[in-house]
């Protein structure tokens, strides 16, 4: 998944962005890791710090979109339980607060 430059993306987009990123192997072969959160976090913040860069949107500096995108990874403990939880009312609630209504 890659963030368009044409739009500017929405929570939604940043956290699929994200979690696209952190599931992507580095290397080859056997040697093949997961990046560690941290370089995800630098990566997805980079990425988003040009896009609003190029959009004119003021930022307050990359150590604290860094710090919005940490605040925000409630989104990655919402998936973790899934299949016990999808049918819940709360469940539902929470997924269309972030905008993911076709779970």
Known sequence: MVLRENVLSTLCDI??????????KTGAGPAARRPSI???????????????????????????????????????NMLKPFKTRKGGQKYQTMLKSYGILNY
């Open 15 to 24: 956290m699929k962005y994200y979690l696209v990123h952190h599931q992507q």
């Open 38 to 76: 941290v370089e995800v976090y630098e990566r997805v913040a980079t990425r988003c710090e040009l896009l609003w860069h190029k959009a004119s949107i003021p930022t307050t500096g990359h150590k604290r979109i860094v710090e919005k995108i940490r605040a925000n990874n409630k989104y990655q």
